[in-house]
């Protein structure tokens, strides 16, 4: 799993319910404040058309390898002409993909997962295990560059049992494995003698790759042997490249896109009005923050980080940098989208008085720090931190923004400044967001947290089968971070898209990524 | 077709309040004033008048922007894009700041900003272009040679590369920017002096023995004067754009300074469904260019010798 | 004589050519983050960036790698592409004809179109005309080159005659590919033609005043002619230069316009190239706007000379 360059790129995936009796929440597609009324009345799916996807993202320099597949551009169209071994619900559910069932040893260390028969490839070869350990293999080892080369490190062994049937062995137990196999950079691709073509065009997805240009455009035509029956309903796919917000509204309002996916959202308001179009925005796991690295002074006085918590108003932000598509966040990265989400604990709200408390228990009356900031860290990152520093200067805190270059930024200054901005798209299971960034050593720890309990409990967790006592490891994680941890976590983005009326839906679209989950060409219909 | 008759009158009456101004100007520095200056008040032409006014405008709206503007600069005053009223007479901007204290703010930015980028570049360009004419040989080729090389780089890659290097502060920002302008400016002034540098009075200076520094200042400017003045009022406002396109790309001025350039890109998605907020700061960008070019072009008028 | 300058600049374009690859290799360089860290961006460890390195061959020394591509570049082989491995010939070659279609499109407009009003503003000097064309064409240049585009998507994109998406689909025919570059060409014309005609009508006005030109207005020769016979073959040499420079423009600026209406040319090319760090790219790019840069030049050098002897005779 990687983290992405570009802001809004990635996104949470609302895996409810995957392990049984998880505190499942509600519907998977929460509606924005303007989507709910909209999609309600859907025709009966029928096949034709050729959907045409305007997509805020795109490079001259972008691949199909899946080792880099860097934004939404690249991974819709590995999701339109590649199957995956697992596949995320729109209800939040984890099915088979190509696999078509999966079990563990109790110790949740070995897995083996079972392909379905008779899949074929584009050109006619069957799917078989071979394939599978060779589009995993490509990943792992000491050559990969692979964006997913550590989530995979705990696979230790991982081999076929016959065509149909391959066994991961991991180094310690992990009860949400199969989850990890729906990452978007593990396609399954046919391999020669072992390896697979990384810029291959050929996969078994529901879509034939007929032309890529990159940066520009990709056309594909409907895959008659899908092994999904019926599907997909359209009868082509383009997927056009449009970074300019202004440029991907006008396509789809003069009828030249049919979707749009990331609305600017200045304007949203605006394009709301406009005849035929539908807004739906999705909560996912998506959330920006404000990391602080919990080595430096001042920021590793807890009471400091507590003040810079509660100097900042979270609702003005949801209000105005979001435009009200997004909720507030409670300085942890789980939302109610995710299981194990402890809803008992308390929202943080602005309190300067209280800020002025922490502050003086620090030891200081007045606090001024740099808060280093650039719009590749978010949309409107910039802006963001002014309003924070308006509203902490309240509670005697001077925060200075400091704009840094949009290029380099995650390269010089995230994780190299000691307070800075960041974003992560959700991850579908506690654990993974956890140890992504929050656990000792992590790679991408970006406040160098080193909480001796939170590093205890998070190993435990990852092979506790109990579900109450899981529900209880997981809560005191999120309150250890909430109240200690580093980073400020003030909200959680929606992920909102655009589309004509003419397009037609699932009643429940995907919140794991933006587009239904990546999977909006397989899933919608013209109507 | 009333849409078309009510353009007709706002242009009308633009045409008519600008004139009026100008008028108006004019009228009260001639009283003001005496002497000389009066003398050439009173001949200007209203256009000139008006470039005048508008010019005199913007700087005292710049010098005195604290005590104009109802609110501070980046200071947050209420919701976001409140509409127009008798409190936010143009409203508020997305983060809810006073959009009419911010263009007011602007002004002393903008204006400073592409003043002294301009001027630097011209010291500059101008001196080195004129010089090369004059003095011909291998200093000609040196100098062209290099400022080929910078403009064969295409300027928005260029000052790219360079803000990235640098850090995009306002400094770096007006260095980088004039660097790249005095490259056109060198290129010009060049151009237009080598036409003056073949004629017989310059030979005849030659011949007379003055040195390079005089040859310069007192033959080929003064001949050079006319196109390098039209230029000055176009670079001049081509720093706004240059500072907008490096905000297009992530690099403009630095937030909450108010600039107008980057108020422009701020806002500008909102003009695709008709919405005027974005015409506000690029209006008085169209403004202020148009006043600028009025005026240079008044000058160019008298210094050409017509008399029509 | 003019082949001599011919050559003599045509060798000197190259030497240009040449440091220009050094200079761009150079800011690179020290740009500070190499290609394998912008690639790999969040996901860059130890470990990864080293394998990329050594799969991409960068950890050889700075000099080697520009000897290598140079090596390759004067033999007419730009290599391939760090990002995705294509020949950067192949790469460029459709997004150059897009690139040079879109310039010769909105130079066929502005050009005439600029030297036009231009001479009509010099000879309704202080007329109705000079002022409307004066304030007509500032407020366009004074509006930022993005902004342009945008107002012309509203005013016209939404009347649905022409689309504002400028992606040419495959095997476009030739009056396909007017319609469809027509916003981008319409807002490229808006923006250089202020230039180009107010430094027409400068030059113009510049030389009325000369003493030949009183002459011929003595002799009784209408304005008109004296303006197209008189005065235009001595104001040439600035007209070409800007015209020149505005052509140069055409070719190499115009990222933004490329953005906003989504048009495949070099331009986003080269800046997605110079945000990877995709060196080889890069070059290539700065190479052909360079060429074009020189040849435009040279070119204007040589009308200008043509236009005014006296230049050829200077010591």
């Known amino acids: 799993m990687t983290r992405l360059i570009r802001p809004g790129l990635a996104g949470g995936i609302s895996r409810r319910g995957i392990l049984k009796g998880s505190a499942a929440f509600g519907a998977a597609a929460l509606m924005g404040p303007l989507g709910a009324g909209r999609a309600l009345a859907q025709s009966e799916p029928k096949q034709g058309g050729t959907l045409r996807i305007g997509i805020a993202a795109g490079n001259t320099s972008d691949t199909v390898d899946p080792a880099v597949a860097e934004h939404v551009y690249v991974h819709m169209l590995l999701h339109a002409y590649n199957a995956y071994l697992t596949v995320v619900m729109p209800d939040g559910s984890l099915e088979g993909d190509l696999a078509e069932g999966w079990e563990s040893t109790p110790d949740a260390k070995t897995w083996t997962v079972r392909l379905r028969p008779g899949v074929q490839f584009h050109d006619g070869r069957p799917v078989t295990a071979a394939d599978v350990v060779a589009s995993i293999d490509y990943h792992r080892g000491e050559e990969s560059t692979s964006a997913v080369k550590s989530v995979l490190a705990p696979v230790t062994e991982l081999k076929a049992d016959g065509d149909n049937v391959v066994v991961f062995t991991l180094e310690a137990g992990n009860a949400d494995f199969p989850v990890l196999l729906s990452d978007y950079h593990l396609p399954i691709r046919p391999a020669q003698d072992g390896k697979i073509d990384p810029l291959g065009t050929i996969g078994a997805g529901p879509f034939l790759l007929d032309h890529f240009e990159p940066g520009v455009r990709a056309s594909l035509s409907r895959n008659p042997n899908y092994f999904k029956p019926g599907l997909p309903y359209f009868d082509g796919l383009e997927l056009l490249s449009i970074v300019d917000a202004a440029a991907r509204q006008n396509a789809l309002m003069s009828g030249q896109v049919d979707v749009i996916d990331r609305v600017d959202l200045p304007t949203v308001n605006l394009l709301e009005r406009a005849p035929g179009i539908e807004i739906i925005s999705l909560n996912g796991g998506e959330h920006y923050g404000y990391p602080m690295d919990t080595r430096a002074a001042p920021f590793s006085d807890n009471n400091v980080r507590m003040a810079l918590k509660l100097a900042i108003d979270r609702q003005e932000l949801v209000d105005k940098i979001l435009n009200g598509y997004g909720s507030v966040g409670n300085d942890m990265p789980i939302n109610p989208s995710m299981p194990y989400f402890d809803a008992s604990i308390e929202q943080r709200v602005y309190d300067p008085e209280k800020a002025k408390w922490h502050l003086s228990q620090a030891g200081m009356e007045n606090l001024s720090v740099d808060l280093h900031l650039a719009n590749s860290a978010f949309e409107s990152c910039i802006d963001s931190g002014l309003l924070y520093a308006e509203k902490a200067a309240a509670a005697g805190i001077t925060v200075n923004v400091v704009r840094e270059p949009d290029d380099g930024y995650w390269s010089n200054v995230w994780m190299q400044k000691p307070f800075t901005a960041t974003y992560w798209g959700g991850r579908p299971t506690q654990d993974w967001m956890f140890s992504t960034a929050y656990v000792r050593g992590a790679e991408w720890n970006e406040t160098y947290w080193d909480n001796e309990r939170f590093n205890e409990l998070i190993v435990q967790a990852r092979v506790e089968l109990d579900q109450a006592r899981r529900q209880e490891m997981y809560s005191e994680m999120q309150r250890l971070v909430r109240d200690e941890g580093g980073i400020i976590i003030p909200m959680f983005a929606n992920y909102t898209m655009a589309l004509s009326e003419k397009v037609a839906h699932p009643e429940v679209v995907g919140a794991n990524w933006i587009l239904d989950g990546f999977r909006a060409p397989e899933r919608w219909w013209f109507a | ?308 | 004589m003019i082949w001599r300058m011919v050559g003599q600049r045509l060798a000197l374009g190259a030497l240009v050519l040449l440091a220009i690859t050094v200079v761009i290799f150079g800011a690179i360089e020290l740009l500070g983050a190499d290609f394998a860290q912008q690639r790999l961006g969040q996901s860059a460890t130890e470990e990864t960036l080293a394998a990329l390195r050594e799969q991409m061959g960068l950890n050889r020394p700075a000099w080697v790698r520009y000897g290598a591509w140079i090596g390759g570049a004067v033999r007419g082989d730009f290599g391939v592409s760090m990002a995705n491995n294509r020949p950067i010939a192949d790469l460029m070659a459709g997004r150059l004809g897009n690139t040079l279609f879109l310039a010769a499109f909105a130079a066929v407009m502005s050009v005439p179109l600029s030297i036009g009003l231009g001479l009509l503003a010099a000879l309704w000097r202080n007329s109705w005309f000079d002022r409307a064309a004066n304030v007509g064409t500032l407020t366009a240049i004074a509006f930022p080159e993005f902004f342009v585009a945008y107002i012309l998507v509203y005013l016209i994109g939404s009347t649905g005659l022409f689309p504002t998406l400028a992606s040419i689909p495959p095997g476009a025919t030739f009056l396909e590919r007017l319609h469809v570059t027509f916003l981008p060409a319409l807002t490229l014309t808006l923006v250089v033609t202020a230039h180009m005609m107010r430094m027409t009508r400068a030059a113009i006005v510049n030389l009325l005043a000369s003493p030949y030109i009183e002459m011929a207005r003595l002799k009784g020769v209408p304005r008109a002619r004296v303006i197209w016979r008189h005065a235009l073959p001595n104001a040439l040499s600035p007209i070409i230069n800007v015209v020149a420079l505005n052509l140069a423009y055409l070719v190499t600026g115009v990222v933004v316009v490329e953005v906003v209406f989504v048009y495949p040319g070099l331009g986003q090319l080269m800046v997605d190239a110079v945000r990877t760090r995709d060196v080889p790219v890069v070059q290539a790019a700065a190479l052909i706007f360079a060429a074009v840069y020189v040849i435009l030049n040279l070119l204007a050098d040589v009308l200008s000379t043509l236009s005014n002897p006296r230049l050829m005779h200077r010591r």
């Not at chain 2, 010089?131 to 910078?150: E, Y």
């Not at chain 2, 295409?154 to 640098?166: N, Q």
């Not at chain 2, 306002?170 to 260095?175: E, R």
């Open chain 2, 1 to 308: 077709m009333t849409a078309v008759l009510t353009w007709a009158a706002w242009v009308a009456g633009a045409f008519a309040g600008a004139a009026a101004l100008g008028g108006a100007f004019r009228a009260v520095v001639w009283r003001l004033l005496g002497g000389p200056v009066a003398r050439a008040v009173r001949t200007m032409p209203l256009s000139a008048a008006f470039g005048m006014a508008v010019i005199a405008l913007y700087v005292v709206v710049a010098l005195l922007a604290p005590w104009i503007a109802p609110f501070g600069e980046r200071e947050v005053v209420g919701g976001q894009y409140l509409p127009w009223d008798s409190t936010h007479w143009l409203g508020t901007d997305n983060l809810g700041r006073d959009m009419f204290s911010r263009l007011i703010y602007g002004a002393r930015n903008t204006v400073g900003i592409a003043l002294a980028t301009t001027a630097l570049a011209f010291g500059v360009g101008a001196a080195l272009g004129l010089t090369a004419a004059a003095t011909g040989g291998w200093v000609d080729m040196v100098l062209s040679r290099i400022v080929d090389l910078l403009m064969a780089i295409p300027a928005l890659i260029l000052s790219l590369l360079l803000l990235t290097l640098l850090g995009a502060s306002i400094p770096n920002m007006i260095l980088v920017i004039a660097l790249i302008d005095a490259t056109r400016v060198f290129r010009l002034s060049r151009a237009v002096a080598m036409d003056v540098v073949v004629m017989d009075y310059v030979e005849a200076a030659r011949l007379r023995g003055e040195g390079l520094a005089h040859i310069v200042r007192r033959e080929i400017l003064p001949n050079a004067m006319a196109p390098l003045i039209a230029e000055f009022g176009l670079r001049f406002c081509f720093v706004f754009l240059s500072i907008s396109a490096l905000s297009f790309l992530g690099l403009g001025i630095q937030p909450p300074t108010a600039d107008w350039g980057s108020m422009v890109r701020d806002t500008a998605t909102l003009i695709t469904f008709g919405d005027i907020t974005p015409l506000l700061p690029a209006g008085a960008i169209a403004l202020l260019t148009v006043a600028v070019n009025f005026v240079v072009d008044w000058q160019l008028h008298r210094a050409s010798g017509l008399k029509d």
